[in-house]
């Protein structure tokens, strides 16, 4: 049960990061239940940890804290923190680095601090590295939200020396351009110096759009501060140079803006001009979108109180029915004097309930009215919402439940098809993952990048046969598979010592098969996190993994039918 659990928390992972929260929620729900009835205490507090994200995420804070709670006391147990291993350390760390940014987001910077401080404990009692560089550099942000300026500069420094011994360069380049702005803060020009020379040596590694769209934003400040007008506008012209920055409005719209008020101050009043155009057309479109969720939350609100209306009335109808057929078995009297306070009573509650639905139409017309036009566009969002979050989730939970009791039903496949279908229409202005690549391409690229600037050793890959249709493997299965390689590769390079490592990838009879080999130590054997990641990504897309090492090297080897 232990594999299935774990295979559907890294499905709902999966679904976390494409953006499909809602059937994020509903697989990990089904996990958890499984780790509930078979007693594994430390999945439990994973999954709520994971449940707490995927709420927040959807903007359901109040159901986020209840998993949050239900994880805190499962894990502030006792016997729990005596028994608890490497996994259980892990996720300790981060459900408490979990609840210490949610109260950041929130304002509680008291409360923050105290998680963060918890995260940090649990932290140190890790073993893993990688897992350490990770939470570390995310420790340091937000003690440093918090005022703790001590702190976050001890553990920013840690995930920089973590991060950059196991070559993780985005999460390197991210705590660099902390320590940066802390020593600016501080008034430290010798820091300064010194940490602006390991920004600048990390940019070219790092990958991310996140870690250089942070130093980027950090020089900004910095460059602002001194009233370096010139080096700001370099640096807003880095920013709105990177991949996928036109996806972040909010960041698109400081950048004009602040740059509108820089040719202001440089006396370029055209220029400042245009800028002031773009970050108002930046603005409005924010402004709209607001407005369509302020209308389809009235909307909401209004069938909702129709329904309510309706079963008050349902309600009292079933009422006067019980009183009638009570009435005549009693006295006439007391009939008679039942019926009279009821009629009185109900005539005043309908009174009541007219009154507030008429003003409650009322307003709700004038509404209408005033926002009719943009109520045009979101008719059209409010159909996608609920084809996405009412018919596929439907679709989905059906699919589960049939699948666990007649897996060779041909009618779950039907039933993925048509989700999938529904999915499609409701998420048109959503690409998939790999829309304009098949997984030859993704891999061909990827080591090509990886050989010979990056990595210690030659790296090669090879695809046979040459004429394969890569394009008809699934969207998840190519994901899993690109995670896979990537983590084998990581493997072999850190732990192997290898100098030859090569990726296979075939295609035959609906079947395709991946081997990544080294002929090092013994590095693809390494035991943790990343290993147990890998079995995970292959069994949630149907697939199998195993390793197999001796002295000549390492082979990584997954297969997945596509039938």
């Not at 209840?66 to 300790?92: G, I, S």
């Not at 990584?556 to 039918?561: D, E, G, L, P, S």
Request: proline residues 2%.
């Amino acid at each position: 049960m232990a594999d299935d659990i774990a295979g559907l928390r890294e499905k709902a992972d999966v679904m976390h990061a494409q953006g499909k929260n809602d059937s994020a929620v509903i697989v990990a729900d089904e996990a958890l239940r499984m780790a509930v009835a078979s007693g594994d205490r430390c999945a439990q507090v994973g999954l709520h940890s994971s449940m707490g994200v995927y709420l927040r995420t959807m903007g359901k804070t109040d159901d986020a804290l209840r998993h949050y709670n239900a994880a805190l006391e499962l894990c502030t147990d006792e016997k729990f923190r005596r028994e608890a291993d490497e996994d259980a350390r892990q996720e300790v760390a981060v459900l408490y680095l979990n609840l210490a940014t949610l109260h950041v987001d929130m304002q509680h910077k008291k409360e923050a601090a105290l998680y963060a401080s918890k995260a940090d404990e649990w932290t140190g009692l890790c073993k893993d590295k990688e897992f350490k560089a990770q939470l570390f550099g995310n420790l340091g942000t937000i003690f440093v939200m918090c005022g703790d300026i001590s702190s976050g500069r001890r553990v920013l420094a840690a995930g920089y020396e973590y991060s950059t011994a196991l070559g993780q360069w985005d999460a390197a380049l991210s705590a660099a351009a902390n320590m940066l702005m802390l020593a600016g803060k501080t008034g430290d020009a010798g820091g300064q110096t010194e940490w602006e020379k390991r920004c600048k040596v990390l940019l070219p590694k790092a990958q991310g759009v996140m870690s250089k769209l942070m130093y980027y934003q950090v020089r900004c400040g910095m460059a602002l501060n001194k009233g370096d007008n010139d080096t700001a506008l370099d640096m807003f012209s880095e920013i709105m140079n990177l991949d996928g920055i036109e996806n972040m409005p909010f960041v698109l719209y400081d950048c004009y803006n602040n740059i509108h008020e820089i040719y202001a101050r440089k006396g370029d009043y055209r220029s400042a001009y245009e800028y002031l155009m773009k970050a108002g057309g930046v603005r409005d479109s924010l402004f709209e979108k607001e407005k369509a969720e302020s209308l389809r939350e009235l909307t909401v609100k209004y069938d909702a109180k129709e329904k309510e209306l309706a079963l008050s009335q349902s309600r009292a109808r079933l009422a006067r029915m019980q009183l009638y057929i009570i009435g005549v078995v009693a006295l006439l009297i007391i009939i008679s004097v039942a019926v009279y306070v009821y009629i009185l009573r109900s005539r005043h509650k309908a009174h009541v309930r007219e009154a507030e639905f008429a003003a409650l139409r009322n307003d709700m017309d004038r509404r209408m009215t005033e926002k009719y036009i943009s109520g045009l566009e979101n008719e059209r969002n409010r159909l996608a919402r609920e084809l996405h979050d009412g018919l596929c989730n439907d679709l989905y939970t059906v699919e589960l439940r049939l699948a666990a009791s007649e897996p060779s039903s041909p009618s779950v496949e039907m039933l993925a098809e048509c989700r999938e279908q529904a999915r499609r229409i409701s998420h048109e202005l959503m690409p998939p993952e790999f829309r304009y690549a098949t997984i030859d391409e993704v891999l061909s690229d990827y080591v090509e990048r990886m050989s010979p600037g990056v990595a210690p050793c030659i790296i090669s890959y090879e695809s046979s046969p040459r004429d394969a249709s890569w394009a008809m493997v699934p969207d998840g299965v190519s994901f899993g598979i690109y995670r896979i390689v990537q983590e084998a590769l990581a493997n072999a390079v850190k732990h192997s010592g290898a100098t030859e490592i090569s990726v296979r990838m075939s295609a035959a009879d609906g079947r395709v098969e991946v081997a990544v080999s080294d002929n090092g130590r013994g590095g693809g054997k390494s035991a943790g996190i990343g290993s147990r990641t890998m079995r995970q990504r292959a069994e949630a897309v149907g697939g199998r993994m195993n390793v197999e090492s001796n002295d000549e090297g390492t082979t990584v080897r997954f297969a997945v039918n596509m039938r």
